[in-house]
């Protein structure tokens, strides 16, 4: 079974986020006081703004991981009560027409920079060796900042966690300083949204429904798990992330002939985003796997308010159908 990683769109999925705050950081680390909170849900005043997004990391039904971003709308982030990024805004307001922005014409408006938070990133005792899962989600952070225009970054992190920002192409802004709110040492680091989406999508080819991101969700797999079965309904379409998956068919005497060995950006399984016939194949994952998903429902709705890309999505699956046939008779 996948562990599914998310942006909370319900309320029940939002509360996950809120409890397992709670769970992690007060119960299993002890910070915040270490005593369990009334409703045993940790929340703050940026939980109620309108651009906040929970990212949530499901095992089956159990909520396991969850992080917090925030876009700056002028309400404040929840980064600018723990450090004065006042020299590092500054900083990026003057280098960013030069370096991060390029106008058509001369008389174009100038770009703004457009600043977002991440934050409360809580991974489950049990989980917290799963590296996948914690760079599926990062991921999913970096895809929300490209759909929020977002420009800039900031972070203010537990001060063991800092060398996995750092890898993520953050700048560190300080030493570690103690605060006693959370009850550990912290370090504030900032970073452009560029290079957090060339460390999260650099090596991922755009596909047919790449214009469709903002509605993905990310399924993570070990190898030996099968993504979907031959003959079973479906209504997801996949694209590969990382790792390798196998598509095959059961042949008339009982053997299995394999159809493809399907890589990074190959698109699979797209034929269950217009009809609920079953799958014509099944698909394997070969090695521990990513795999960026969509599925039917979220397809059919950005669909009908962009109806530009169905001639061009539909071009696509005839092509695919007709390969796969040609394969499957040889």
Sequence with gaps: MPIKIKIAESSREIDDALWLRHEVFVMEDGKFGGQPLHGQRLVDRFDALRDVYHVVAYDGSEPIAAMRLVKDTGAGMPVDDLFDFGEYRQQAETS???????????????????????????????WRRRRDVIRSMFRMAATITRFNDVT???????????GMYRRLGFTQLSEKYWNDEIGNHIIPLAGTS??????????????????????????????????????ERGDHAYIVASGEIRISRRRGNGDTLTLAHLGRGSLFGELALIDELSRSATATATCDCELIT??????????????ALALQLFKVFARRIRSMDELAMV
Excluded: C
């Design 294 to 307: 969509l599925d039917r429902a979220a397809f059919l709705a950005q669909l009908k308010s962009r109806p």
């Design 96 to 126: 960013f027409d030069v370096s991060e922005a390029e106008l058509d014409d001369a008389l174009a408006e100038p770009p703004q920079v457009r600043y977002g938070s991440a934050g409360m990133l809580a991974i489950r005792m049990n």
């Design 152 to 162: 800039h970054v900031l972070v203010v992190v537990n001060h063991e966690t800092a």
């Design 194 to 231: 560029q290079r957090f989406l060339e460390w999260a999508h650099g090596h991922t080819p755009d596909t047919p429904l790449t214009p469709f991101q903002d509605s993905f969700t990310r399924w993570v797999y070990r190898a030996g798990e099968e993504v979907f079965q031959e003959g």
